[in-house]
């Protein structure tokens, strides 16, 4: 397929117009590159808008003012075009990776997948969300008269597998033509570091928000958050708690930021690296921190899991949904006939557990709750 170039692409960029294509062929569009339909298609699905009521740390009962798994998204994809225009990448696959990276996640969070994984480990089988997102657009998603799924290019479905993590071809054969023994493309590669920024700065963020970490304890704790504050509290003595910590929040983004984006130069620089070919043959990927602001992002993240995802107010909605969650697993594979007509025609070629697994995954938030006090609070 022939799509229109792209100014100021790094010899080491992926350029459109060298995509591998789509499963199914189709007519160039006049004005839109591949990677540019990809991300409208993306953004049209319904797996992208059922981000909006799905947990990202805290139930939307809390407040309205935490962030979704869709507004996570979306400070991803801001941050990622960041990145990729300082680097010259290809802006169009990368925003296109941002915005479907968490559209296998199933409701409530880390907690929803971390109990569908072992629901399913019980029935010789697991539930990875980088692999339930392949599915979705794939198979689930149906919108077009001429294909199943959203027909996305190879370089975006590769993306969905292998950004975050490398697959060993022996234990997913199912995953063959993804090229499990190579490196995926920079710009797939920067989503997941980019992730990490955005959730670990979004959830010190709601932290904060919702009274759960205190500005003493942040600093106590994130020694780079304390040397970044410190100047505005001199500066600023008479501004309030809060936009002192706005700004210093600002800063610790931009950090982050700045120190991937030279970090993955340098390492660039050093491996000569001059073509998007050798950048899949290198053995390390070559997008991240550096070590010194990977071990600052490491301490952040693990006062965040002490101090906030382990807090009792958080770990009390945590076992209410797990239970109700379980319930509705346990119900449906007892059941299958009380599946929707779709997921019940699946049992046909897939075991009831996969299918049930399926259907849940792609429940959001509000309607679990509201199947759950459909069946159990008659």
Do not use: W
């Not at 710009?187 to 003493?216: K, M, T, V």
């Not at 340098?266 to 053995?283: D, M, P, W």
């Amino acid at each position: 397929m022939k799509s229109r170039p792209r100014n100021n692409l790094a010899s080491y960029a992926m350029n459109a117009a060298e995509s591998l294509g789509r499963r199914y062929k189709e007519p160039a569009h006049p004005y839109r590159n591949d990677y540019e339909r990809d991300r409208d298609r993306i953004v049209h699905s319904r797996a992208f808008r059922r981000l909006e009521d799905k947990t990202q740390v805290f139930a939307r009962r809390y407040s309205d003012h935490f962030r979704t798994r869709l507004t996570h998204t979306l400070e991803v994809a801001q941050i990622s075009r960041t990145i990729a225009r300082a680097l010259n990448l290809n802006v169009d696959l990368v925003e296109a990776l941002a915005l479907v990276h968490d559209v296998g996640h199933p409701p409530f969070g880390h907690a929803g997948e971390e109990l569908l994984n072992r629901l399913m480990t019980a029935h010789h089988d697991r539930f990875d969300h980088n692999l339930h997102a392949l599915r979705i657009v794939e198979q689930f998603e149906q919108k077009y008269i001429s294909f199943p799924g959203l027909n996305l290019t190879f370089e975006v479905r590769e993306g969905i597998v292998k950004h975050s993590r490398d697959y060993d071809a022996d234990l997913y054969p199912e995953l063959s033509e993804y090229r499990l023994d190579e490196r995926p493309p920079l710009e797939a590669q920067l989503i997941d570091p980019a992730d990490e920024i955005a959730y670990s700065c979004a959830d010190l963020d709601d932290g904060f928000e919702s009274n759960l970490l205190d500005l003493r304890l942040i600093c106590d704790n994130v020694p780079l958050f304390q040397r970044l504050i410190h100047p505005i509290e001199k500066k600023h003595p008479q501004q309030s708690e809060k936009l002192r910590f706005n700004e210093a929040l600002r800063g610790l983004v931009d950090c982050f930021v700045s120190d991937l984006i030279a970090a993955t130069r340098q390492r660039l620089q050093k491996q000569k690296v001059r073509s998007a070919a050798r950048i899949r043959e290198l053995k390390a990927r070559q997008a991240g921190l550096s070590p010194r602001l990977g071990e600052e992002i490491h301490r952040l993240k693990s006062f965040l899991k002490r101090r906030l995802y382990s807090h009792p107010e958080v770990s009390r909605e945590r076992r209410r949904i797990v239970i109700h969650l379980q319930r509705l697993f346990e119900y449906y594979l007892g059941r299958p006939r009380a599946l929707p007509p779709y997921y019940f025609a699946q049992t046909k070629q897939q075991p009831v557990a996969r299918v049930v697994c399926d259907y849940i995954a792609g429940m959001t938030d509000n309607f679990l709750e509201q199947q759950y006090a459909k069946l159990f609070r008659r």
